[in-house]
């Protein structure tokens, strides 16, 4: 009986990490558009400036948004290969 309980919490634990790795990625994927519209902007300034620290800048928060995306997808992929087996 007591294995039964804690297959049961066990499962539950599982798919609260999936639930939480979910809407993680949700609340990324849902800013993609301010960081656009943030991209966009910083060109446009960028294009007006010689200071090169700008368009470095601007390269940064692109490659950390990637980032970021690609760490949530590959934590929602191993929570979910978690709750299947």
Not at 19 to 34: F, P, R, T, W
């Amino acid at each position: 009986m007591k294995h039964l309980q804690d297959s049961k919490s066990d499962s539950s634990r599982k798919e609260h990490l999936y639930k939480e790795a979910e809407d993680l990625l949700g609340e990324i994927v849902s800013k993609k558009s301010s960081l656009e519209l943030v991209r966009e902007r910083g060109e446009a300034v960028a294009q007006r400036s010689t200071d090169p620290r700008l368009s470095n800048n601007m390269m940064q928060l692109a490659t950390r948004y990637q980032a970021l995306t690609s760490a949530a997808k590959v934590g929602r992929e191993m929570e979910l290969d978690i709750i299947l087996v």
